[in-house]
């Protein structure tokens, strides 16, 4: 168990309105990323923080913003959900050491109606 | 950008049957790890592979960095190996980048 933690596990919420999900670590790990899974494309990266206040983007961060105030915290935001931002969310931590092997949180599935 | 092709997609075997999974990788990289997913979704860590062999239990994965592919070896499969098999691959600007997975399904 790597210490960490998604919420909501999951929600369903109507086009337009704002989402916010949390991902939670208590392993002091350096980077954190939001992944979404979809059928047909496997993981794709969203975001990423490689330190407080730092991030950037990935390959479909298009709609998605994220934020980064506190080592253990990193916050994904759906400004104005759409229908295809329906998906499995994953967050991800690495970086202990000089390690940068991955460990996953247990996703959060959202959809749009 | 770097591309990450598995192969092959899906894979039916039998209770007891070895596989083997390849992952081929398009540039050089920095890091390689193969994931499992199982059917509740769960994502584990198998192996963290830049290079070189290792193995646990049943398991083994080589990486071959310098030729630019990675294989995961199954042996005696049990149904509890069912699922999706990923391989990830972290690039020159450290950017994780995954593959679209070989799905395995273990017949009793």
């Known amino acids: 168990d790597a210490g960490i933690t998604q919420s909501p596990r999951h929600k369903v919420t109507e086009t337009g309105t704002p989402v916010t999900l949390r991902c939670h670590q208590t392993?002091?790990?350096?980077?954190m990323y939001w992944y979404r899974q979809d059928p047909g494309h496997g993981l794709r990266l969203i975001h990423y923080?490689?330190?407080?206040?730092?991030?950037d983007k990935g390959e479909v961060s298009d709609g998605y913003s994220v934020s980064r105030s506190k080592t253990e915290d990193f916050l994904l935001t759906l400004e104005s959900a759409t229908s295809s931002q329906t998906s499995v969310y994953f967050c991800?931590?690495?970086?202990?050491?000089?390690?940068?092997?991955?460990?996953f949180g247990p996703g959060t599935r959202l959809t749009v109606t | 950008g770097i591309q990450v092709e598995q192969s092959p997609p899906d894979l039916i075997l039998q209770e007891g049957a070895n596989s083997t999974l390849r992952c081929n990788f398009s540039?050089?990289?920095?890091?390689l790890q193969w994931f499992h997913q199982n059917p509740w979704g769960q994502l584990i860590n198998l192996f963290y592979?830049?290079?070189g062999t290792k193995q646990n239990g049943r398991l083994s994965a080589t990486t071959v960095a310098t030729e630019r592919y990675s294989l995961l070896y199954i042996s005696s499969s049990q149904t509890t190996d069912s699922g999706v098999y990923f391989c990830?691959?972290?690039?020159?600007?450290?950017?994780?980048?995954f593959g679209k997975g070989t799905r395995l399904h273990i017949l009793p």
């Open positions: 990830a691959v972290q690039n020159r600007d450290d950017k994780i980048i």
């Open positions: 991800a931590i690495s970086g202990v050491g000089s390690s940068y092997e991955q460990y």
């Open positions: 392993e002091n790990h350096r980077y």
């Open positions: 540039d050089s990289v920095n890091n």
């Open positions: 592979i830049p290079s």
């Open positions: 923080s490689y330190g407080v206040k730092d991030t």
